[in-house]
């Protein structure tokens, strides 16, 4: 524990002393530059290639969940699962002697 809090405490020593690195102050116009270079850049070939693969598997598999849940409410049998659950005993039949 003390080999921790001397390594601690000689980490934060030498935070310590430190010097504060003064923020520079961005060049006149870079921000303009960089928002005209980046409009000025095509988009990706492989971004609208998932872009529209994205919006092909979303809607795919939501078709596919809709046709599972009617698969699996129409081979259901609501019938039959209503007197099985009423007929069952909640406890088992105890033996008495």
């Known amino acids: ?3 921790f809090d ?3 405490q000689s980490a934060a020593q030498a935070a310590r002393r ?7 102050e961005l060049p006149f ?3 303009t530059r960089v928002l005209a270079r980046f409009e000025n ?5 492989w971004l609208d290639l998932l872009t529209s693969l994205g919006l ?3 809607l795919t598999s939501a078709v596919l969940f809709v046709a599972s849940a009617a698969l699996v409410a129409w081979q259901m049998d609501f019938i039959t699962l209503a007197p099985t659950l009423i007929e ?6 105890l033996f008495l002697p």
Request: hydrophobic share 35%.
């Open 6 to 8: 001397s390594r601690w």
């Open 18 to 24: 430190a010097p504060d690195e003064v923020s520079a």
């Open 41 to 45: 850049t095509p988009a990706e070939p």
């Open 56 to 58: 092909r598997a979303m």
């Open 1 to 3: 524990m003390n080999d």
């Open 29 to 31: 116009g870079f921000a």
């Open 88 to 93: 069952s005993p909640i406890s088992p039949s």
